[in-house]
């Protein structure tokens, strides 16, 4: 077998020689599962309609593999990182330094960068710590509701006068996602938690821990609540039947990083296609093109015909491309089951199959590595670090393995201990194990 780039197969037989024209790299964030009793004791890969994906796999070989090596958090940040070649052991110093990265947010020697999430507690009387944690996105708040929220706490003295005093900014977004980044700041020894991975549980034994550094955000997290809980902002949204964001969470710490470049490892330039900071930011710091989508939510109702032009227009203009969809993720993390099949069965009808169908259609060869970056959860609507599958595809070989893409058949192929040389499969530098 040939495992030069551009020239080589999978196994199998050659449909056509000559080089690989395309490679794609899709990402369906968080759509990996384990069985759900609603479905069957089937997983959400299992239960859901994708027959495009299906005939690569097919056609193709699926496995299994790492991407969140332990002790590292399972979560995109260190999947991400090794879906896009960079091993986390080795690279992540934090979640928040990759999104700065893709905000233009500059980092100097010493600053922290943190996710400052716009989140909603449960309403009533009780003691702050005391309440529940309803939504780590305050209800998927996005827009001017979320500009809202920020514009009420950077226009309260107080919160302003905690925030300098604690040396930190804020930078607003219109979306749940908010950065802050800390001047001359201190991460030792503090603990701090994804917010995501707690929904439905009492805050309190949550905040930021570890020693007497950890005050200032915790001072900041219940300043925010008294500030947000009955602001008109929130109030509106409660009157709309939609979660208040009525508090922030800080999480994601980390502080600045470089990646190598992209092209000096693969020797191709490309784009990254994504409605995530993350996923651009990780981009960016590896050199390539981030393109963001108008109308790309994150959400389940993002702009899939315009995430498909944008993959197709890069397609034609770079060797390399990444699609990333959120919407799995954050249905998971929304308790909406029926909401992550129908996003994993649009990734299928709205972005993979159009998008294979053109590559046809022009007559175009290609390689696609097509995965989950980590598990969400339905059960606990929380991330997981376990194994995912992964799809590799060859438009010019057909393996003659037959089958599907999910869970189980992931369990049976190669199994990848190390996320970081998918790319490697990839571009034909190594043989699948």
């Known amino acids: 077998m040939k495992t030069r780039a551009g020239y080589g197969i999978i196994e199998g037989n050659i449909a056509k020689e000559g080089p690989i024209t395309k490679y794609l790299l899709v990402i369906g964030d968080g759509m990996a599962d384990d069985p759900v009793p609603q479905l069957g004791n089937r997983t959400p890969l299992q239960a859901a309609s994708i027959p495009a994906i299906d005939r690569m796999a097919a056609k193709g070989v699926v496995g299994s593999v790492v991407n969140c090596p332990p002790p590292l958090p399972a979560g995109s940040e260190t999947a991400i990182l090794s879906i896009f070649g960079c091993d986390p052991r080795m690279y992540f110093t934090g979640r928040s330094p990759m999104e700065a990265a893709a905000a233009g947010i500059p980092m100097g020697p010493g600053d922290a960068a943190f996710r400052c999430n716009l989140v909603a507690f449960e309403d009533g009387d009780g003691p702050w710590e005391e309440k529940r944690l309803l939504s780590h996105s305050a209800g998927s708040i996005d827009g001017g509701a979320a500009l809202e929220a920020v514009d009420a706490l950077m226009g309260d003295p107080r919160f302003a006068g905690a925030l300098e005093e604690a040396r930190m900014e804020i930078h607003p977004f219109p979306a749940f996602r908010q950065i802050?980044?800390?001047?001359?700041?201190?991460?030792?020894?503090?603990?701090?938690?994804?917010?995501?991975?707690?929904?439905?549980?009492?805050?309190?034994?949550?905040?930021?821990?570890?020693?007497?550094?950890?005050?200032?955000?915790?001072?900041?997290?219940?300043?925010?609540?008294?500030?947000?809980?009955?602001?008109?902002?929130?109030?509106?949204?409660?009157?709309?039947?939609?979660?208040?964001?009525?508090?922030?969470?800080?999480?994601?710490?980390?502080?600045?990083?470089?990646?190598?470049?992209?092209?000096?490892q693969y020797g191709l330039d490309g784009a990254v296609i994504s409605a995530v900071p993350?996923?651009?930011?990780?981009?960016?710091?590896?050199?390539?093109?981030?393109?963001?989508?108008?109308?790309?939510?994150?959400?389940?109702?993002?702009?899939?015909?315009?995430?498909?032009?944008?993959?197709?227009?890069?397609?034609?203009?770079?060797?390399?491309?990444c699609l990333h969809l959120e919407a799995p993720d954050e249905c998971t993390h929304n308790g909406d089951l029926p909401g992550k099949l129908q996003a994993i069965e649009w990734l299928d009808s709205k972005l993979v199959g159009p998008l294979m169908e053109r590559l046809a259609r022009a007559g175009l060869d290609c390689r696609v590595l097509l995965l989950s970056d980590h598990k969400t959860l339905t059960a606990t609507r929380g991330h997981g670090a376990d194994p995912v599958p992964f799809l590799l595809y060859d438009s010019r070989t057909d393996t003659g393995r037959g089958g599907v893409y999910d869970e189980p058949a992931g369990g049976r192929g190669p199994f990848v201990e190390n996320g970081s040389v998918l790319l490697d499969l990839l571009f034909e530098r190594r043989p699948i194990p």
């Open 278 to 321: 993350l996923c651009h930011g990780i981009g960016a710091l590896r050199g390539l093109e981030m393109v963001e989508v108008e109308g790309a939510t994150g959400e389940l109702d993002t702009n899939f015909p315009g995430k498909l032009e944008a993959a197709w227009a890069k397609l034609n203009q770079y060797d390399f491309v």
């Open 180 to 264: 802050a980044v800390q001047h001359n700041g201190d991460l030792s020894g503090i603990r701090f938690t994804p917010p995501h991975d707690h929904l439905g549980e009492k805050i309190g034994p949550y905040f930021p821990a570890g020693n007497e550094r950890a005050d200032v955000f915790v001072r900041l997290m219940r300043l925010a609540h008294e500030i947000l809980d009955r602001h008109p902002a929130a109030e509106k949204r409660r009157v709309m039947g939609k979660l208040p964001a009525n508090g922030i969470w800080f999480w994601a710490e980390g502080t600045a990083v470089e990646l190598p470049s992209f092209r000096a």
